[in-house]
């Protein structure tokens, strides 16, 4: 193994570990005094911090979410010399990704991995990330549910991706891989939206309360 590969293992150790960091966890002990675990949909994510620990904590979980998903993608792009969507830094993007939705801190029950994923991809196919991040706005605006939006943007991102950087390209596979965990840790989503059970995030906030299961997050 070359000092290289070695220094790039490395890194994507360190990336799993930066997206194991439980962001919205901390926010919501350390600065609203409540375990977002014991609430909502009991979800680490931005989505379920921002119903149990308030909106401005949701954002922010969302920011920092997305930060140690693209701060991973930069550093190894940079430490290695190599372009940004090459193999090593796809690897530390997805680890990122990996890192919060299987926490080695919490036992490897994380979030569902959204916004560290955006921020990945943010930092590896930018462009084709802001058009993924307007289909979820404009999937948002029609269904006001957060799991379906996710999911939609997924879906595009991936098949984005093959078109734009080709089907064996390190993005690529990474987008694919994301999708099949986004889609695995959205099981429960789907099933409601079969049902039609699905909460709807306008629903929530004319009543005033929290839904029972509120999506995404």
């Known amino acids: 193994m070359s000092a290289g590969d070695r220094l790039g293992w490395l890194l994507v150790g360190a990336s799993y570990l930066a997206g194991s960091i439980p962001f919205g966890l901390l926010l ?9 675990r ?5 979800n680490i994510g931005a ?4 119903r149990t620990a308030g909106r401005r904590l949701g954002v922010l979980t969302l920011v920092l979410d997305a930060a140690k ?8 792009a940079w430490m290695l010399g190599v372009p940004v ?6 690897a530390a993007g997805l680890f990122a990704f990996l890192g919060h939705v299987f926490p080695v801190w919490l036992r490897f ?4 991995g959204v916004a560290t994923a955006l921020g990945a991809f943010l930092a590896l196919t930018p462009w084709l990330t802001l058009g993924a991040a307007m289909v979820f ?8 549910v957060v799991s379906v939006s996710s999911l939609a943007a997924a879906v595009v991102l991936a098949g984005g991706a093959a078109l734009l950087h080709g089907k064996d390209a390190p993005v690529t596979r990474v987008a694919l891989v994301v999708l099949l965990v986004i889609l695995v840790r959205h099981q429960s989503n789907i ?12 629903a929530a906030r004319r009543s005033g309360s929290p839904p029972s299961r509120p999506p995404g997050g």
């Open 85 to 90: 969507d090459a193999g090593w830094p796809a």
């Open 28 to 36: 919501g002990r350390f600065v609203a005094g409540v375990d977002v």
């Open 109 to 112: 029950r994380g979030g569902k």
């Open 38 to 42: 014991d609430s909502g949909s009991g």
């Open 69 to 76: 998903g693209a701060i991973p993608v930069g550093v190894t």
């Open 191 to 202: 099933r409601r939206m079969l049902r039609g059970e699905e909460s709807r995030l306008a």
């Open 137 to 144: 706005g404009a999937s948002f605006a029609a269904s006001k």
């Open 47 to 50: 989505t379920n911090v921002a």
